[in-house]
């Protein structure tokens, strides 16, 4: 009794689906395993034949196997580890292992069937087919798909090899106008900017208001073609990669005063450009002509968007960590719309107006002070004034 209990409580425990028929094929004991599997109650299948678990064709041919075996001792149902199908009460299909024995018991033959469900398995040998699938068809598109870029690359290359070197032709052609064209401009505006100050010189006895007024105004001509030929040669320079700073040590301010005095000629009726230094120390080490192109550009941004009767801040200060330069104004401001764009060639702020210039001062300021190392920042309000910040790092 005691090794009969044993057995009925492995059977109602196991894992695996268990199931016994009789001669006929009727089912006489089903375990909970086996009736979670097929989604049955025990008083639903005990006494009716097995084939109600078998799906078609082997529901029709169940008894035709069922007899086989009975004559011939072989039948198509017995063996271990067979895949075979199972049909649940709800229709669905599922794949199991079937392991079927034969036992004697009370002097009959009854028939056991262990079903081990095999729904994850083929499911995930499914998936793994269908990603291996998939795989083949990525393999065939990505090997069709470079052999097409391979094809396409050997095609153009030697159409990309012409345009190439037509590039650099023009490139090299384009820097030449510009180095040859600005030089020619030069010579002929150094002659009118000579000539002017002689009128101005040879008529200051007749002191005619009308005189001064038009000379007035061929300086400032003067002054903004020169701007623009020396701006178009920075950038040229730039471009090709030939612009290298060169170091020197020399006295910031006496060079920030030389600039000041310089650029207060071009100032407007009655605007001031006020100069003031911060700290003990003067000497600075940076590359003059490439300090004195981004003052200038920033000290005549400020004349020429500020108006008359206005100051201009333009102040220097050493200390041990970096030298600072800023330069501020009164005018017209940068529209915050404009902002992100102020450092791109050849931009422009719409509120700009007709006031000339090319729009490459401060691509051009920004690009020098990285070449220095150092930094550039800004703060700007429409109508309120902008204030531009140069710092260099002390090595």
């Not at 004991?29 to 078998?54: D, H, R, T």
Request: glycine residues 6%.
């Amino acid at each position: 009794m005691e090794n009969a209990a044993l057995l009925v409580a492995i059977i109602e425990n196991a894992i695996d689906g268990i199931i016994t028929i009789d001669e006929r094929g009727k089912i006489e004991s089903i375990n909970p395993a086996g009736c979670k599997l097929f989604k049955y109650i025990p008083e639903e299948v005990i006494g009716k034949n097995v084939s109600i678990l078998m799906p078609p064709p082997d529901k029709e041919q169940h008894d035709e196997y069922l007899t086989r075996y009975q004559q011939t001792g072989h039948a198509h149902i017995i063996g271990i580890g067979r895949e075979v199908k199972g049909l649940r009460k709800d229709g669905s299909i599922f794949p199991f292992r079937l392991g079927i024995s034969q036992v004697q018991y009370s002097g009959r033959k009854i028939y056991t069937g262990f079903i081990h469900d095999l729904s994850r398995e083929k499911e995930a040998e499914n998936q793994l087919k269908e990603y291996a699938s998939h795989l083949e068809e990525l393999v065939v598109e990505r090997t069709q798909s470079l052999n097409a870029t391979v094809d396409t690359l050997l095609a153009t290359k030697e159409e990309l090899s012409f345009s190439l070197e037509k590039e650099k032709e023009l490139g090299f052609l384009k820097s030449r106008f510009v180095s040859i064209a600005s030089h020619e401009f030069r010579t002929p505006l150094t002659s009118i900017q000579l000539s002017i100050s002689l009128i101005e010189k040879y008529a200051d006895p007749f002191n005619s208001v009308n005189i001064v007024k038009h000379v007035c105004k061929i300086k400032n001509v003067v002054g903004n073609l020169t701007s623009i030929l020396n701006d178009f040669l920075s950038l040229e320079k730039l471009e090709s990669g030939k612009q290298e700073p060169v170091y020197h040590d020399f006295d910031l301010v006496k060079f920030a005063e030389t600039i000041t005095e310089e650029m207060q000629i071009l100032a407007k009726q009655n605007q001031n450009i006020i100069y003031q230094h911060t700290g003990t120390i003067s000497t600075i080490r940076l590359d003059q002509n490439l300090l004195k192109n981004c003052i200038v550009n920033l000290v005549n941004n400020a004349i020429k968007y500020s108006g008359e009767n206005s100051f201009i801040g333009f102040t220097t200060e050493i200390n041990e960590r970096e030298c600072i330069i800023t330069i501020s104004d009164n005018g017209i401001g940068i529209p915050e719309a404009d902002q992100r764009h102020l450092f791109e060639a050849f931009f422009r702020a719409h509120n700009t107006g007709n006031i000339p210039g090319t729009g490459l001062g401060l691509n051009i300021v920004a690009r020098y002070t990285h070449l220095m190392n150092g930094s550039i920042a800004y703060k700007s309000e429409v109508n309120k004034g902008t204030l531009f910040i140069i710092k260099f790092p002390i090595s």
